[in-house]
Structures are given as structure tokens and as C-alpha cells.
């Protein structure tokens, strides 16, 4: 029986949602271990040498990220593509990598000093009673960072298992307003003035990691 061929075009399709791409990895980082891992395993077939080039990046994103939030974003992502890996090519829902993936991106989760904030858990529509139990709920950050609030492995879709995403936003009270944080409430109207400004930048993050999150979900389902 003749042997699978093995072929780097196959693996460097330009995408979008390649994993190189979402860390900003050049070709070259994947031409290289390529030529360098057949050389070294001679029958490995495209699938082995992805899997390996995920194992490879786990031990090389800790180089390339600036802090802490940085690299949990990135081993979010290699998780994440690691369990997408193991449902489109082996039917599988390990739910060990998936829960790895949602832990990470919960600790990527940078906290702000002026305001308090609040996590959103975002799951696919009409998933399960457990994924519809996320919609008009969210965790204080503090809460969110001290507990497991997601458990993938409660999720009853059979095919996917959880797919779902992080959000992060200021928390209200009950009229609308942003929370500031205790020792950050001053008389002082120059203070006062730095607070509306931070308002803004506030709002304008909020509206960023929304979008953030809106775009990891689109990737997260084309992946799959
Ligand atoms: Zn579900």
C-alpha cells in the first residue's frame, strides 16, 4: 500500500485562523521545524508534524510573549487549536485541552486598577441548558480569577463539546454608572477630571475586548 505523502503546502496554506497566524509566527518558523522534524522522522504524515509543531510552539510562545496575560493569550490559543486538531481529525473531545484553553484565556484577563470589572462568559446559541446558563450572568474579576467558572466538561454537546469564549467589561450598579474602585474616589476636581477621561478609555476598552471576543468565537467556530 503506497504511503501517505507528506506536504508542506498542506500545512502552509495561507489561513486566517492558522495558528502561526494568530501568533504572528513567520512561515519560516514552520518551514524550518518542518524540514528538521521529517528529517529526524522520516514516515511522520502532515498530522504528526502538526501535532508536534503544537508541542514545539508551547515550549517556544514563553520566548516570545511580553507578561504574564501575553502568554496565557497565546497558550489559550495553542490549546484551543490543539483540541480543535483532536475533533477534526480524530473525532474527539478532549475536554482535558479544552478546559486548558478556557483557563488560560481567563488568566490572560489583564486587571484595572480604577474601575471595577466584571467576566461574560460567551457560548454558541442553544448549545446546552449548561452553555444557556451564562446568558445574563457575569462573574465579579476577583471571583472570575479565584474560581473554576467554567467546567467544559458540563457542556452536553456531544459533536463539539463547549465552544465558547471570554469577555470582559466595567461592572455597573443598578443605575448604569461604572464602579470606581474605593481609594480611587476623590473630591478633587483634577482627579474628577482624570475620571471622565478614564471613563472613556474605559468604554472604548470595553468596546475593544468585544470585539476581541466576538472575532476569537468567529475563529474558534471556522477552525472546527
Ligand atoms: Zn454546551
Known amino acids: 500500500m503506497a504511503k501517505r505523502k507528506t ?5 502552509l496554506v495561507p489561513r486566517n485562523n492558522s495558528i502561526n497566524h494568530i501568533l504572528k509566527y513567520k ?8 524540514n528538521k522534524f521529517t528529517k529526524n522522522h522520516i514516515d511522520a504524515n502532515h498530522k504528526a508534524v502538526l501535532w508536534a509543531y503544537y508541542n514545539y510552539l508551547l ?5 516570545k510573549t511580553k507578561n504574564i496575560y501575553e502568554l496565557n493569550k497565546s497558550l489559550s490559543s495553542i490549546y484551543f487549536a490543539m483540541s480543535n486538531y483532536r475533533i477534526k481529525h480524530e473525532k474527539t473531545i478532549d475536554t482535558r485541552l479544552k478546559q486548558l484553553a478556557i483557563d488560560s484565556e481567563l488568566k490572560s484577563i489583564f486587571p484595572l486598577e480604577s474601575y471595577k470589572m466584571e467576566v461574560v462568559v460567551i457560548t454558541k446559541n442553544n448549545c446546552c441548558s449548561y452553555c444557556d446558563s451564562f446568558k445574563n450572568n457575569a462573574f465579579n474579576y476577583e471571583y472570575a480569577m479565584n474560581n473554576e467558572i467554567v467546567d467544559v466538561s ?3 454537546n456531544k459533536i463539539r463539546g ?12 443598578s443605575n448604569g454608572h461604572l464602579i470606581e474602585v474605593d481609594d480611587f474616589i476623590s473630591s478633587n476636581s483634577t482627579i474628577k477630571k482624570k475620571s471622565s477621561l478614564k471613563k472613556l478609555s474605559v468604554g472604548c476598552l ?15 467556530y471556522h477552525m472546527i
Open 206 to 220: 470595553y468596546v475593544f475586548l468585544f470585539i476581541m471576543a466576538i472575532n476569537t468565537i468567529i475563529i474558534i
Open 59 to 63: 515550549n517556544d510562545i514563553p520566548n
Open 162 to 173: 463547549f465552544v465558547g469564549t471570554l469577555g470582559y467589561r466595567p461592572k455597573r450598579d
Open 27 to 34: 512561515d519560516k518558523v514552520l518551514i524550518d521545524f518542518y
Open 7 to 11: 506536504g508542506i503546502e498542506w500545512l
Open 154 to 156: 458540563k457542556c452536553q
